[in-house]
C-alpha cells in the first residue's frame, strides 16, 4: 500500500517534468542576436525535414543541412535570401494564408513565435554559427534536456537492452529515460544512470568495466550515443546526436573503438580515447539494426532493416560482403569466436551463418536444405543473439530463447530456454558467471543459469512499481 | 501545502480518464481506418510506409495490434506517456508526418488512441463479442430542398449489444457531389445521385441518396404504364421530379427494337410498312416478329460467345464453330437460362462432341474457373479475394480458395494437339477430352492447407464423399431459383443488353456496396424471369413491350441530367459487328471474316480469328506467318470487338475514336464496299426511276425513315447537277453512313 500511495503522491511530479520533452525553442528578447543552430535549426529539424530530407526531398527543396537550405530548389526561388525575409520563398511559405499553399503541408501553421524567428535571422543575414554548413542539423542542435525519469515506475518500460559488468556482478537494463544497474545475484537496485532519451537500445561495458556505453533515442525525434562512469553514473562524454534512435552499440575487445548503427542508417566508428568519430558509414538502404566487432576489431558485421547482413572493413568503410539470404529484416549479427564466420538473424525467424571469405553464398544456395546458410529455426522473430562458446542464443518473439550448436548435425536446437514472456527484445550472457538474462516488452527480466532451461530468477525492472 | 494540493488535483485530473478504456477491436481499429491509416495507398500497403505496416483497412487486427504496441521494440506507443507516442505525434503532425494530418490533437478519435495507450495497450478479450451487422438510418434518402442529411450508424454485435458508430464510421462517398463530414454529416455540393458506402470495422452498408431540385411548378406528365417495368421506373422518376421523355417516334422504335433484338438493320420495306401501319397493337406485334427471327439467336450467341472466351487459340477453329453452333440453337430452341448454365457446369466429354466441355477448355485451372463462374453466374468479382479479402464485398480469403476448390478435379485428355507452334504451351489444335480426376485439390496459399469446396457464400463446405464429383451439385445449387446472384445478375444481364445500362453497373460486379439504381425493379425482373422458367424471350418481351423502353432519347426539362434511371433511352454508337452489318445492309459489298463463309454477317461469324488453321493434311511448317487480318477484320477490331481472352463484358470496347472516325471517312472497308461494283447501290440505281425515289429508299434502309422535304431536294440537285449518277450516290450514301443518326443506337 505504501508504494502505491507514493506513487499517486510523486506521479504527477514526474508527469510534470515530462513537458519539457518538447523541444520548443525558447523565445527570444527582440534585440538580441539570432543564432542559426540554436533557434532557427530546431524549427527545421522539427517540421520540414521529414518531407525535405535527404531521402525524397518533395519540390527539391532540402533542408536538412545548412548548405542544402541556401541552394534553390524546383521552384528556382531561392528559399532564402539574405537580409530580406520578404523576398524568401521559406518565409512566404510558412505564412501563407492559403492552407493549400502554407507549410508545412496539412498541419496547422507554425507557431507565430518560430515564424518571427526565422524572419529574424534571415533579417540578421542569414548567417550560419554551427560547426559545419555541410552537417545535418540534428548534430549540433542544441541538446535537449531530458525529462527525469519516473521516480517509481507507473508500469513497466519495455526491457529493450542488457548488459552484464565485465566481472558479471552488475546487470544493466534499459528504463525509460535512464539506465538502471542491478545486483547481478540478488537484484537489488545499484544505480540510476539518467540523462538519457526516452529508450535505451544497446549497453555495453568496455572490457576492463571502466565505462558504459549507452545508445538511445526518442523515436522519430532524435538518437544519442553516451559514455558514463558505471561506478559513479557521471557522464564522461556526449559522443553526438542523431536524427533518429540509435539501435546499437559495442566496444572492440581492447576497448580502444565503439561502434555505433541506427535509423540515420549509418555505421559510426569512434575514437575511445580521443572521445571522437573516426568513420562514418553508410552501407544500408535503411535502419541499421545491429553491429558487431570482429575478435580482432578490424571488421564490422551489420544487420539492417534493408533485408542485408553485411560484413565491412572498419578502417575503410569498404562493403567486404553482402550477404543475400535474408527475405525478412535481419535484427542482430554476431562473429563467431574465431572471427571466421558470422551469424545473423531477424524477422525471417532463421538463423543465418555465412563466412567472411565473401565466398559463402549465392542467393540461389539459401535454402539448400542440407548444405545452405541456414542452421537453425525458431517460432518467433529473432530480436537478438548471443554467443556461448561455439554456440548461438537467439532470443525470439515467443519468448524462447533457443541455443543453437553449429557443429551439430541436423540443425535441432541444442537447447531451448523456457519462461520468458512473450516479446523478449533483449538477451545477455556472462559466461564466467554462467548467467543469462532475457528482457521483454512487458519490463521482466527472465535470468537463467546457463544449461539449466527453467528460470533462475524474474523480477520486473521498474523502481517503485507495483503490480495491482 | 504542496502535497495537499496534489492530493486534491489528482482526482480532477484523472476525471477524463475516468472513461472506459477503449476496446481495440472495436475502437482502435475503427479509429485506424476512419483516420485512413490501413488505406491501400498508406500504412495497409502490402509493402508498409515508412517501415509501419498495417493490415488492408484493418482486415487483421491481431496483426495490427502487434504492428502498433510491439514491432520495432515497441518504437511507436509509449505507455508511460502516451502523447509521446509516435503514433499521435506524427499524425496529428506535431511531428512531421509524411501522410499529413490524419488525426488532429485532442480529437475524439485522437483521444480513443491515447487512452487505450495510456491504459496500457490492452489486447482484446478473446470472449468480446464480434460484429455482426451495421445499420445506417436512412437506407436511402431523395432530398428536396435541404442539401445536408444527418446519417445514424447502429453496429449490433453476437452479445445482442447495439451501440452508436456514427463517429466512428468510415464514409466513402462514391461521387465527388456528396461530402460527409466525420460525424456522418452528408452534404450535396451539386444536384444528382450518389451512394455513400458506410463502413464500421468489417462491415459496409451503402447509402443511396439523391438530391433534386425543389422544381416547384414540376407537374408529375402521369405517362400510361404497360407492365411493372414502367410502375418501378415511374415510381423512382416521380420521386425524383423527373418526367421520362416522351415516346419514340415509330422510325425511332423500329430502328432500335431491330438493333437491340437482332443486331440488324430493319429493311426499308420492313421499315415503311411498319410505319404506315396504322393498328394500335403493331409494336407488340413487331416484337413478336422479331422474337421468332433466328437472327434473334445468333444476336446471344455473340454475346455468349465473347463472355464463354470462344477464341480460336485455345478452343480452336473446330470447336469454335461447334462451341458458337451450341449456343446459337441454345437460344434458337429457347432452352432456358438455367439449363443452359447448367449444361455448361456440368459439361464434360469430348470438345467437339459435346461443344459445352469448351466452357472447361477455355478454362484452363482452377482459379480461372472459379473466377469465371462468379464473374459470369453470380455477378461477382472475386478476384480481390485472391490476395487479401474483399475490400468492397463479403468475400474472404477462405471463400475464395474454398469456391476455387470445386473446379480443381477437372481435367483433360488431349486426343490430338496440331498446334503450330509448339514453344506455345497456351495453344491448343485438336480434339479435348474433359473428365473429372478422382483427386485434387486446392491449398490455402496463406497456411498451406487443403481447402475443402464450399459453394459461395454458402455457411456449410460441401458433403460430398471423397471422388465424388462436385459439379454435379454446383450446377444444381449455382442455377437455382433460391440462388439471388445467380437470378439478379442474369436479368441484370438481359436488361443491360436491351437497355445499354445495367441496373446494376457494371453488370458482372453485384456486391452490397454497389447497389442496383433500381432494386424494386430489379426484384420484379428477377421474379418475372424465375416465374417465366428462365424464359430470355419472356424477359426479352416484357422488357421491350415496357413504355421505358420505348421512350425517345430526346431529354425534356426535367430528365436532362439523368444517366441512370431510364428516364430517357440511352444513346449508344453500334457495336462494330452491328456497325458493318448496317454498313453492309445500306451499301452492300462482301467481306472475308475469320473461317465464315462469303455472305455471313458479322453478327453471325463464330470466331475472332485468334489463329489461323492450316488446311487439312498440310505438313507442319514452322515459322509460318498468320495470313494478314482482312480490312473487314481491322474494321471489327477498331470499333472495339473483343479478342475472347476475358469473360468481361467489359472487354468489348464501347467508346469512339479519332481511329474509328478516319475509318468511316475514309478506310479502306468503306471505301471497298463503295466502289464494289455489283453493291447495294448499283441495285438502287437499277431498281429506281428517279434520284427522289433511290434517295427515299437510301433513307429508308439506312434510317428507318424517309427524308425531309429539304433533305429530299438538296440530294436530289446533287444528283440532277452531277453528270455521274453512280459517283452522286456513292456520295449520298457515304453522307448518311457517316452521320450520327445512322452511327448511333437512339
Known amino acids: 500500500l505504501n508504494a502505491a500511495l507514493l506513487a499517486v503522491v510523486l506521479w504527477p511530479a514526474w508527469h510534470g517534468a515530462l513537458v519539457a520533452e518538447d523541444f520548443e525553442s525558447k523565445p527570444v528578447a527582440a534585440n538580441s542576436q539570432t543564432s542559426f543552430s540554436r533557434q532557427v535549426a530546431p524549427i527545421l529539424a522539427r517540421h520540414c525535414v521529414a518531407c525535405h530530407g535527404p531521402k525524397k526531398p518533395e519540390g527539391d527543396y532540402q533542408l536538412h543541412t545548412f548548405a542544402r537550405l541556401m541552394k534553390t530548389g524546383a521552384g528556382e526561388l531561392p528559399a532564402i535570401v539574405p537580409g530580406k525575409p520578404d523576398e524568401s520563398y521559406l518565409v512566404e511559405l510558412i505564412t501563407s494564408d492559403d492552407a493549400d499553399v502554407r507549410m508545412p503541408k496539412e498541419a496547422e501553421s507554425l507557431a507565430a513565435a518560430d515564424i518571427e524567428l526565422v524572419r529574424r535571422w534571415i533579417a540578421d543575414g542569414a548567417k550560419f554559427d554551427g560547426p559545419d554548413a555541410a552537417a545535418a542539423l540534428e548534430s549540433y542542435l542544441p541538446k535537449p534536456v531530458h525529462p527525469q525519469p519516473p521516480t517509481t515506475y507507473p508500469r513497466p518500460a519495455p526491457v529493450t537492452a542488457l548488459a552484464f559488468s565485465s566481472d558479471g556482478s552488475v546487470l544493466a537494463s534499459s528504463g525509460y529515460h535512464e539506465v538502471l544497474l542491478w545486483n547481478a545475484t540478488d537484484r537489488s537496485l545499484v544505480r540510476r544512470i539518467g540523462n538519457l532519451a526516452q529508450r535505451t537500445h544497446a549497453i555495453a561495458f568496455n572490457g576492463d568495466g571502466s565505462l558504459l556505453a549507452v545508445a538511445a533515442g526518442t523515436p522519430g525525434r532524435m538518437g544519442e550515443i553516451k559514455l558514463f562512469n558505471p561506478q559513479t553514473g557521471e557522464l564522461v562524454a556526449d559522443l553526438g546526436t542523431f536524427a533518429d534512435e540509435v539501435f546499437d552499440v559495442e566496444f572492440t575487445r581492447d576497448g580502444a573503438r565503439l561502434a555505433a548503427c541506427g535509423a540515420d542508417r549509418t555505421i559510426r566508428v569512434y575514437d575511445v580515447a580521443e572521445r571522437r568519430e573516426v568513420k562514418s558509414i553508410e552501407a544500408h538502404a535503411d535502419w541499421v539494426m545491429a553491429i558487431a566487432w570482429s575478435p580482432d576489431g578490424t571488421m564490422l558485421a551489420s544487420a539492417g532493416r534493408d533485408k542485408a547482413a553485411k560484413l565491412i572493413d572498419a578502417k575503410s568503410g569498404t562493403v567486404l560482403v553482402t550477404y543475400p539470404g535474408h527475405d525478412e529484416q535481419v535484427f542482430d549479427v554476431v562473429f563467431s569466436a574465431n572471427g571466421n564466420q558470422v551469424f545473423s538473424a531477424g524477422r525471417g525467424r532463421e538463423l543465418h551463418r555465412w563466412s567472411t571469405d565473401g565466398k559463402s553464398t549465392s542467393k540461389s544456395d539459401v535454402r539448400k536444405k542440407e548444405t545452405g546458410p541456414i542452421i537453425g529455426r525458431t517460432r518467433g522473430d529473432i530480436h537478438r543473439l548471443v554467443l556461448h562458446g561455439k554456440r548461438v542464443l537467439a532470443v525470439s518473439a515467443d519468448g524462447k530463447l533457443t541455443e543453437f550448436d553449429p557443429a551439430r548435425d541436423g540443425r535441432e536446437p541444442a537447447m531451448v530456454y523456457e519462461g520468458a514472456p512473450p516479446q523478449a527484445f533483449a538477451v545477455a550472457l556472462h559466461e564466467k558467471t554462467r548467467r543469462i538474462a532475457v528482457g521483454a516488452f512487458d519490463g521482466r527480466v527472465t535470468t537463467y543459469e546457463i544449461g539449466d532451461a527453467a528460470p533462475w530468477q524474474v523480477f520486473i525492472a521498474a523502481p517503485g512499481f507495483v503490480k495491482h | ?746
Not at chain 2, 187 to 194: C, I, K, L, N, T
Not at chain 2, 223 to 252: C, Q, W
Request: net charge negative.
Open chain 2, 1 to 746: 501545502l504542496a502535497l495537499f494540493l496534489l492530493f486534491i488535483c489528482r482526482p480532477i485530473a484523472s476525471a477524463a480518464d475516468v472513461q472506459p478504456v477503449p476496446s481495440f477491436t472495436a475502437d482502435v481499429m475503427a479509429v485506424l481506418s476512419k483516420a485512413g491509416c490501413n488505406a491501400g495507398t498508406c500504412h495497409g500497403n502490402q509493402n508498409g510506409k515508412g517501415g509501419f505496416k498495417l493490415s488492408l483497412r484493418g482486415q487483421e487486427p491481431a496483426a495490427d495490434y502487434l504492428a502498433l504496441s510491439r514491432d520495432q521494440f515497441g518504437r511507436r506507443a509509449n505507455p508511460l506517456d502516451p502523447e509521446q507516442s509516435l503514433v499521435l505525434l506524427k499524425p496529428s503532425m506535431r511531428l512531421a508526418h509524411e501522410g499529413g494530418l490524419r488525426l488532429k490533437h485532442g480529437s475524439l478519435e485522437y483521444d480513443i488512441l491515447r487512452r487505450w495507450i495510456a491504459a496500457g495497450m490492452p489486447p482484446e478479450r478473446s470472449n468480446t463479442p464480434r460484429l455482426e451487422r451495421i445499420e445506417v438510418q436512412p437506407a436511402q434518402q431523395v432530398l428536396v430542398s435541404d442539401a445536408e442529411l444527418p446519417l445514424t450508424v447502429t453496429a449490433y454485435f453476437t452479445d445482442g449489444a447495439q451501440r452508436d458508430v456514427t463517429r466512428l464510421a468510415v464514409y466513402e462517398p462514391s461521387s465527388t457531389i456528396v461530402s460527409v463530414s466525420p460525424e456522418g454529416r452528408i452534404r450535396f455540393a451539386d444536384f444528382g445521385e450518389a451512394t455513400v458506402i458506410v463502413r464500421y470495422l468489417n462491415e459496409q452498408a451503402p447509402v443511396r441518396l439523391a438530391y433534386v431540385p425543389a422544381r416547384a411548378d414540376f407537374v408529375w406528365s402521369d405517362p400510361p404504364a404497360v407492365n411493372y417495368i414502367d410502375e418501378h421506373v415511374f415510381t423512382k422518376l416521380r420521386s425524383l421530379r423527373m418526367n421520362p421523355s416522351y415516346l419514340a417516334g415509330d422510325s425511332e422504335f423500329i430502328r432500335r427494337a431491330y438493333l437491340d433484338g437482332l443486331g440488324v438493320l430493319p429493311t426499308a420495306d420492313e421499315a415503311r410498312s411498319f410505319v404506315a401501319d396504322q393498328s394500335s397493337d403493331k409494336r407488340a406485334r413487331l416484337i413478336d416478329r422479331l422474337l421468332e427471327r433466328p437472327e434473334f439467336a445468333e444476336h446471344w450467341a455473340l454475346k455468349w460467345s465473347d463472355l464463354l472466351k470462344n477464341e480460336e487459340k485455345v478452343v480452336d477453329p473446330t470447336g469454335v464453330k461447334l462451341f458458337h453452333e451450341w449456343i446459337r440453337d441454345s437460344f434458337a430452341a429457347n432452352k432456358p437460362l438455367d439449363r443452359f448454365v447448367r449444361e455448361l457446369i456440368a459439361s464434360r466429354g469430348s470438345t467437339y462432341e459435346n461443344p459445352p466441355a469448351n466452357y472447361y477448355r477455355a478454362n484452363r485451372d482452377a482459379i480461372t474457373r472459379a473466377e469465371a463462374t462468379a464473374q459470369l453466374f453470380l455477378g461477382v468479382r472475386l478476384g480481390c479475394a485472391k490476395c487479401h479479402n474483399h475490400p468492397f464485398d463479403r468475400w474472404t480469403q477462405e471463400d475464395y480458395y474454398r469456391w476455387a476448390a470445386l473446379f480443381a478435379r477437372v481435367d483433360y485428355k488431349i486426343v490430338t494437339n496440331n498446334r503450330p507452334d509448339d514453344n506455345d504451351k497456351h495453344q491448343f489444335d485438336g480434339e479435348q477430352i474433359v473428365l473429372m480426376k478422382e483427386s485434387g485439390e486446392v491449398e490455402d496459399p496463406r497456411t498451406g492447407e487443403q481447402m475443402e469446396p464450399r459453394f459461395l457464400g454458402a455457411a456449410e463446405v460441401l458433403a460430398a464423399e471423397n471422388g465424388e464429383d462436385r459439379l454435379l451439385p454446383l450446377a444444381a445449387w449455382l442455377t437455382s431459383a433460391d440462388n439471388e446472384l445467380f437470378v439478379r445478375s442474369q436479368a441484370n444481364r438481359i436488361w443491360y443488353h436491351l437497355m445499354g445500362r445495367g441496373l446494376v453497373e457494371p453488370i458482372d460486379d453485384f456486391r452490397a456496396t454497389n447497389p442496383a439504381v433500381n432494386p424494386e425493379l430489379l426484384d420484379a425482373l428477377s421474379d418475372d424471369f424465375i416465374n417465366s422458367g428462365f424464359d430470355v424471350r419472356h424477359l426479352v418481351r416484357a422488357i421491350m413491350n415496357s413504355r421505358t423502353y420505348q421512350l425517345s432519347a430526346e431529354p425534356n426539362e426535367t430528365n436532362r441530367g439523368d444517366e441512370i434511371n431510364f428516364s430517357r433511352s440511352i444513346v449508344k454508337r453500334l457495336p462494330a459487328e452491328e456497325l458493318l452489318d448496317a454498313l453492309s445492309a445500306v451499301i452492300g459489298g462482301t467481306h472475308k471474316l475469320y473461317d465464315s463463309p462469303e455472305g455471313t454477317r458479322a453478327g453471325q461469324a463464330w470466331g475472332v480469328g485468334a489463329f489461323q488453321r492450316r488446311a487439312m493434311g498440310e505438313r507442319r511448317q514452322r515459322g509460318q506467318r498468320r495470313p494478314m487480318a482482312s480490312d473487314a477484320e481491322k474494321f471489327l477490331k477498331l470499333f472495339g470487338k473483343p479478342p475472347r481472352l476475358l469473360t468481361c463484358e467489359c472487354e468489348r470496347a464501347t467508346d469512339a475514336t479519332l481511329g474509328q472516325a478516319f475509318q468511316l471517312l475514309s478506310g479502306p472497308t468503306i471505301h471497298r464496299m463503295l466502289t464494289e461494283k455489283d453493291n447495294e447501290l448499283a441495285k438502287l440505281l437499277a431498281a429506281n426511276e428517279s434520284p427522289a425515289e433511290m434517295i427515299d429508299e437510301l433513307y429508308w434502309s439506312a434510317l428507318a425513315r424517309a427524308p425531309t422535304n429539304d433533305e429530299r431536294m438538296a440530294l436530289v440537285q446533287h444528283m440532277e447537277q452531277s453528270g455521274d449518277w453512280r459517283a452522286a450516290v456513292e456520295d449520298i450514301a457515304w453522307g448518311v453512313v457517316n452521320s450520327k443518326e445512322f452511327l448511333l443506337r437512339r
